[in-house]
Every structure is written in C-alpha cells, then in structure tokens.
C-alpha cells in the first residue's frame, strides 16, 4: 500500500467540494498500475484540512513515479510524487 497525506489551506467557498460525495480520488503509477483509493482519518483545522489516501495495491519495486488525481466534476487536481 501507499499512503498519501495532503494538506492544503481551508477556503470556505471549496469547502462544499471537498465533501461533495461526486470527489473522486484515483492513482496509477509509471509502470501502469492502477489503484484503489481509500480514505483515511483526516481532520479540518480552523485554517488547514489535512487528508490521507490510502491506494492499494503500492507501486512495484520498479516503479518511478506515482501520480495522484483528485476529480469534482467542477475541478480537478493532479500531483505526480516521486
């Protein structure tokens, strides 16, 4: 498995998306694994909401890099990690 922890400042106009049960978090690495994303406890800070993701299976040994997409049928986020 591969957890991911994000963090980002808390805005009370994208709180609604964030919530939104239509976010939609997916994960794949270089080598072409796809992975299933599950949520782990996170908290909401009066200023900060700090989330973690947990993707299973992890990335093979060979694997370079993981790239995570976060999509709200209003916006969408990509991240590719190391």
């Known amino acids: ?5 994000t963090a980002r400042p808390h805005d009370e106009d994208d709180q609604p998306k964030y919530l939104d049960a239509r ?4 994960g794949w690495d270089d080598v072409g694994t796809n ?3 599950t949520a782990a406890p996170g908290s909401l ?3 900060l909401i700090v ?3 947990m993707y299973e299976p992890g990335p093979p040994d060979d694997a370079r890099t993981f790239t995570v997409v976060a999509e ?4 969408q ?3 590719e990690l190391p």
Do not use: E, K, Q, S
């Not at 976010?23 to 997916?26: A, G, V």
């Not at 709200?72 to 916006?75: D, F, L, N, R, S």
């Open 1 to 5: 498995m591969l957890v991911v922890r």
């Open 23 to 26: 976010l939609r978090w997916r």
């Open 35 to 37: 992975t299933a994303a």
């Open 45 to 47: 800070w009066p200023r």
């Open 51 to 53: 989330d973690n993701r």
């Open 72 to 75: 709200h049928p209003t916006a």
């Open 77 to 79: 986020a990509v991240v």
